[in-house]
């Protein structure tokens, strides 16, 4: 296949753009002739701009116009940043009377079990904005009708609101959608233009909180993104680019109209990204059982992969709400290179979750900031030089005033305050590891750390040494790895519905289940795709399921027996004999992205490392040895580093300390590891290097 071909219909020869947008940069990606070309700017506050900047940059180290660029793939935070930071539209919402605040009471979940006065995010739509309407639906069928002036009355209520964004959420709605989408039909004859999101469209399955909370967060979001991505089409048609595909949380793209139409399954869209850019980059090297470990500015990203697929999840918290739509298995935490270090009332050293951000940024950007942070800490130990991706030129002197006042105040010289501030991260993010590893059962000896973003590198060797990781992989474009993701990411759409059945349900039962979701599926899938399918189950008496996978040719004994195997992993026991309920049926359909073809590296690989097939993604084509020394600290006292540019490498295994540096990241090799490329330009660190 030639580069830039895709399954998703770019032309013969087109070069394929992917643009990620970060906390602290915009990176960017491009796929031309054979050649894989990168750009990292800062990200602006108009998100549109730096999207265009990048995308301009990196076309222009290729020397092509909008016009040679056949597919374009896009993950944004725009949603996500105006959940946590409050700036949705004006959202009113219409429940069954007598559950008008179920989005204020919610669950009697404590996220801290002993904190006797805990506080709850706010709901995203006020008490004053939530309307009731006078009509029931249960289980069993319509209980209470819903009258013409009744429906005429909770229109007019809503015109009076004068909202942005609708969400309409009335009780078994999954089941028996009608009542909804006769209020929108109302609503919408008074308020032309209105977005007005339905659960039963949003999520059509129960549990009504988490279902209202899908709903609102969707109808909170959407008239802010659909302003965001009509604003970048517009800009990418006027730089004669094709209109973007977008990054879902699930880890594929849709088109930019579609996107602008839904925003809740956007949220955790850059992060999905890097999940498939790793498990790309580990399949080229011969990797199936990663663990992908994303260090960006504001955060860390951390996800299990097996068998060369990354873990599902059916739902997630953002911000303190439920997120209930299938996204990629994605833990976060607010520890990364912009984490603020501050000193709380106990006298203790912390890093984050407050980040610098990209503007003002850490201290030695030189930008204003005056506050440390862990970048500042890394610099101030020698493991960065001066210079990072986006042209941005370090300033040590900066890095070292934010870090004094700290110093002074724990009674520490400035490299053991540096050190500290790096091991208080690195505390943050191996607890992230330990969940998604050692506590759902998992031994984290028998995977790869596959360690990206910016930052991820410099922090690698300490946290496998933890785990008892013996290798860490470090893709080519590791600090830009999420905006290759996107170029490689499959198109996808994913169904749900609610089918409950007790434990007595058969083959028949789940074929009509999976046949009517296919019928609604019929006009979203994207053209050839495949379907996958899944089924939510649980042993009668329990309040949460397990989702496993179901072949096309199945029986109920096969899928049980999935079922009992999931629930004796995560749980340690399987209750044989016990009846199991199924709950939700679910399905994909997804189209591949054919890999884009692109020019082996000139390097033989050293004799231990396997020749690949498809060698991928540029590598350097010869040794040239360190281009240079510095002092870092490692274990508690200076050492003389070697430094090497990783397009230099070579066949070369340098042993640590040595520091490994490339236009987007540096990577740190502490004593005792060891680091070699392998065929396809990825960057192997080992331990037990002499």
């Given at each position: 296949?030639?580069?830039?071909?895709?399954?998703?219909?770019?032309?013969?020869?087109?070069?394929?753009?992917?643009?990620?947008?970060?906390g602290?940069?915009?990176?960017?990606?491009?796929?031309?002739?054979?050649?894989?070309?990168?750009?990292?700017?800062?990200?602006?506050?108009?998100?549109a701009?730096?999207?265009?900047?990048?995308?301009?940059?990196?076309?222009?180290?290729?020397?092509?116009?909008g016009?040679?660029?056949?597919?374009f793939a896009?993950?944004?935070?725009?949603?996500?940043?105006?959940l946590?930071?409050r700036?949705?539209?004006?959202t009113?919402?219409?429940?069954?009377?007598?559950f008008?605040?179920?989005?204020?009471?919610?669950?009697?979940?404590?996220?801290?079990?002993?904190?006797?006065?805990?506080?709850r995010?706010?709901?995203?739509?006020?008490?004053?904005?939530?309307?009731?309407?006078?009509?029931?639906?249960?289980a069993?069928?319509?209980?209470k009708?819903?009258?013409?002036?009744e429906v005429?009355r909770?229109?007019?209520?809503?015109?009076?609101?004068?909202?942005?964004?609708?969400?309409l959420?009335?009780?078994f709605?999954f089941?028996?959608?009608?009542?909804?989408?006769?209020?929108?039909?109302?609503?919408?004859?008074?308020?032309?233009g209105?977005?007005?999101?339905?659960?039963?469209?949003?999520?059509?399955?129960f549990?009504?909180?988490?279902r209202?909370?899908?709903?609102?967060?969707?109808?909170?979001?959407t008239?802010v993104?659909?302003?965001?991505?009509?604003?970048?089409?517009?800009?990418?048609?006027a730089?004669?680019?094709?209109?973007?595909?977008i990054?879902?949380?699930?880890?594929?793209?849709?088109?930019?109209?579609?996107?602008?139409?839904?925003?809740?399954?956007?949220?955790?869209?850059?992060?999905a990204?890097?999940?498939?850019?790793?498990?790309?980059?580990?399949?080229?090297?011969?990797?199936?059982?990663?663990?992908?470990?994303?260090?960006?500015?504001?955060?860390?990203?951390?996800?299990?992969?097996?068998?060369?697929?990354?873990?599902t999840?059916?739902g997630?918290?953002?911000?303190?709400?439920p997120l209930?739509?299938?996204m990629?298995?994605?833990?976060?935490?607010?520890?990364?290179?912009?984490?603020?270090?501050?000193?709380?009332?106990?006298?203790?050293?912390?890093?984050g979750?407050?980040?610098?951000?990209?503007?003002?940024?850490?201290?030695?950007?030189?930008r204003?900031?005056?506050?440390?942070?862990?970048?500042?800490?890394?610099?101030?130990?020698?493991y960065?030089?001066?210079?990072?991706?986006?042209?941005?030129?370090?300033?040590?002197?900066?890095?070292?005033?934010?870090?004094?006042g700290?110093?002074q105040?724990?009674?520490?010289?400035?490299?053991?305050?540096?050190?500290?501030?790096?091991?208080?991260a690195?505390?943050?993010?191996?607890?992230?590891?330990?969940?998604?590893?050692?506590?759902?059962g998992?031994?984290?000896?028998?995977f790869?750390?596959?360690?990206?973003?910016?930052?991820?590198?410099?922090?690698?060797?300490?946290?496998?040494s933890?785990?008892g990781?013996?290798?860490?992989?470090?893709?080519?474009?590791?600090?830009i790895?999420?905006?290759?993701?996107?170029?490689?990411?499959?198109?996808?759409?994913?169904?749900?519905?609610t089918?409950?059945?007790?434990?007595?349900?058969?083959?028949?039962?789940?074929k009509a289940?999976?046949?009517?979701?296919?019928?609604?599926?019929?006009?979203?899938?994207?053209?050839?795709?495949?379907?996958?399918?899944?089924a939510?189950l649980?042993y009668?008496?329990?309040?949460?399921?397990?989702t496993?996978?179901?072949a096309?040719?199945?029986?109920?004994?096969?899928?049980?027996?999935a079922?009992?195997?999931?629930?004796e992993?995560?749980?340690?026991?399987?209750?044989?004999?016990?009846?199991?309920?199924l709950?939700?049926?679910?399905?994909?359909?997804a189209?591949?992205?054919?890999?884009?073809?692109?020019?082996?590296?000139?390097?033989?690989?050293?004799?231990?490392?396997?020749?690949?097939?498809?060698?991928?993604?540029?590598?350097?084509?010869?040794?040239?040895?360190p281009?240079?020394?510095?002092?870092?600290?490692f274990e508690?006292?200076?050492l003389?580093?070697?430094?090497?540019?990783?397009?230099?490498l070579?066949?070369?295994?340098?042993t640590g300390?040595?520091?490994?540096?490339?236009?987007?990241?540096?990577?740190?090799?502490?004593?005792?590891?060891?680091?070699y490329?392998?065929?396809?330009?990825?960057?192997?660190?080992?331990?037990?290097?002499?």
């Amino acid at each position: 296949m030639s580069a830039g071909q895709t399954s998703s219909g770019s032309s013969p020869g087109g070069a394929l753009l992917g643009v990620d947008v970060g906390g602290t940069f915009t990176d960017a990606v491009l796929v031309a002739g054979g050649s894989l070309f990168r750009a990292k700017v800062p990200t602006t506050r108009d998100h549109a701009e730096g999207v265009l900047a990048a995308a301009g940059k990196v076309l222009g180290l290729a020397g092509i116009d909008g016009g040679g660029v056949a597919y374009f793939a896009h993950g944004m935070t725009t949603a996500t940043n105006a959940l946590l930071e409050r700036k949705g539209a004006r959202t009113a919402s219409v429940t069954t009377e007598g559950f008008r605040d179920i989005l204020e009471i919610g669950r009697q979940n404590r996220p801290r079990l002993y904190d006797l006065c805990p506080r709850r995010p706010e709901p995203l739509v006020p008490a004053g904005m939530r309307l009731t309407a006078a009509e029931r639906v249960s289980a069993a069928g319509e209980v209470k009708p819903l009258p013409a002036d009744e429906v005429e009355r909770v229109a007019g209520e809503v015109a009076k609101l004068q909202p942005e964004a609708v969400a309409l959420c009335l009780l078994f709605s999954f089941l028996d959608p009608a009542h909804e989408r006769r209020l929108k039909e109302a609503i919408l004859a008074r308020l032309p233009g209105m977005h007005v999101s339905l659960s039963s469209e949003v999520l059509p399955q129960f549990r009504e909180y988490e279902r209202f909370s899908t709903t609102a967060i969707d109808a909170y979001l959407t008239p802010v993104v659909a302003r965001y991505l009509q604003g970048l089409g517009e800009r990418a048609a006027a730089a004669a680019l094709p209109q973007p595909h977008i990054m879902q949380s699930s880890g594929g793209v849709i088109p930019l109209q579609e996107a602008a139409g839904s925003a809740a399954p956007l949220l955790l869209s850059g992060p999905a990204a890097g999940v498939v850019g790793a498990v790309f980059s580990g399949k080229l090297s011969g990797a199936a059982d990663l663990i992908a470990f994303d260090m960006g500015g504001p955060s860390t990203d951390v996800t299990l992969v097996r068998d060369g697929a990354a873990g599902t999840a059916t739902g997630t918290e953002v911000g303190g709400l439920p997120l209930a739509l299938p996204m990629v298995d994605i833990h976060t935490i607010g520890a990364g290179g912009g984490s603020i270090a501050w000193i709380d009332d106990g006298g203790a050293l912390r890093a984050g979750p407050e980040s610098a951000g990209a503007e003002p940024g850490p201290a030695c950007y030189g930008r204003g900031g005056k506050k440390a942070t862990v970048t500042d800490a890394n610099l101030c130990l020698g493991y960065l030089g001066g210079n990072l991706g986006g042209g941005i030129k370090l300033d040590r002197d900066g890095a070292a005033g934010a870090l004094g006042g700290l110093s002074q105040r724990l009674g520490l010289s400035l490299e053991e305050t540096a050190l500290g501030v790096r091991r208080v991260a690195n505390a943050e993010m191996m607890k992230a590891l330990r969940l998604i590893s050692i506590e759902r059962g998992h031994d984290p000896r028998e995977f790869v750390l596959v360690a990206f973003g910016g930052a991820g590198p410099m922090h690698a060797a300490d946290l496998a040494s933890e785990l008892g990781i013996a290798r860490v992989l470090i893709p080519d474009s590791c600090g830009i790895l999420s905006a290759l993701g996107m170029v490689v990411g499959d198109r996808r759409r994913d169904w749900v519905q609610t089918v409950y059945r007790p434990g007595t349900w058969d083959e028949k039962d789940l074929k009509a289940a999976f046949l009517g979701l296919e019928e609604r599926a019929a006009a979203g899938a994207p053209a050839g795709a495949r379907m996958s399918r899944r089924a939510d189950l649980r042993y009668r008496g329990q309040s949460h399921e397990l989702t496993v996978d179901v072949a096309a040719d199945f029986s109920r004994e096969q899928v049980v027996e999935a079922f009992e195997s999931e629930h004796e992993r995560a749980y340690g026991y399987r209750a044989a004999g016990e009846p199991v309920e199924l709950v939700n049926v679910r399905l994909t359909a997804a189209v591949a992205q054919e890999p884009p073809s692109i020019e082996p590296p000139v390097l033989e690989p050293p004799p231990d490392v396997p020749p690949l097939e498809q060698p991928s993604l540029k590598s350097p084509h010869r040794q040239a040895g360190p281009q240079a020394s510095r002092r870092a600290y490692f274990e508690g006292k200076w050492l003389e580093a070697d430094v090497w540019r990783r397009e230099a490498l070579g066949t070369a295994r340098p042993t640590g300390p040595a520091i490994i540096e490339e236009n987007e990241a540096t990577t740190v090799v502490p004593p005792g590891w060891g680091a070699y490329l392998d065929g396809a330009g990825n960057l192997w660190l080992k331990a037990g290097a002499q």
